[in-house]
């Protein structure tokens, strides 16, 4: 039992110094076009664990990587709402975009240098929505 207690304690104690050092790093400032706001970045340990602890006041968030693991950057990414309407053009400058849009069904494309992927969200008025794109070739070095 005492072993437990030992790993349970060593669990939080590593928890709440992650989310510690998150705190410390500032996430990229808030952007806004019309009434959709995200942040987009993740670069490095540090931010990409910033990411992660505010990931929670998102509620449509993207990951864009390689099939190996590696991220990218520089990914074109356009949301447009159910009528084909476009709401956001952006270029991520990490592997993270995280939106906050308003509830609705949205269709998310994202161009890597020529490689286009597709993905089809639904975001309800409560939780989250992670699309996750996955290209087959690492980033240019």
């Not at 709440?16 to 995200?38: E, K, M, N, R, W």
């Not at 990409?48 to 990951?63: C, D, I, P, S, V």
């Not at 639904?122 to 939780?127: L, M």
Request: proline residues 4%.
């Amino acid at each position: 039992m005492k072993t437990i207690q030992k790993i349970c304690a060593a669990l939080v104690c590593a928890l709440a110094s992650q989310a510690c050092l998150a705190d410390d790093v500032p996430l990229p400032a808030v952007q806004q076009q019309g009434a959709i706001s995200f942040i987009t970045g993740g670069i490095g340990s540090d931010e990409a664990a910033a990411f992660r602890a505010a990931a929670a006041q998102y509620n449509l968030r993207l990951t864009l990587a390689a099939v190996s693991g590696e991220f990218f950057a520089s990914v074109r990414v356009s949301l447009r709402d159910a009528q084909g309407n476009s709401v956001v053009e952006a270029v991520s400058d990490g592997p993270y975009l995280f939106f906050n849009v308003p509830p609705g069904k949205y269709q998310v494309t994202a161009d890597n240098q020529g490689q286009v992927e597709m993905r089809n969200a639904v975001v309800h008025a409560k939780g989250a929505t992670e699309l996750y794109f996955r290209w087959k070739t690492a980033p240019e070095q």
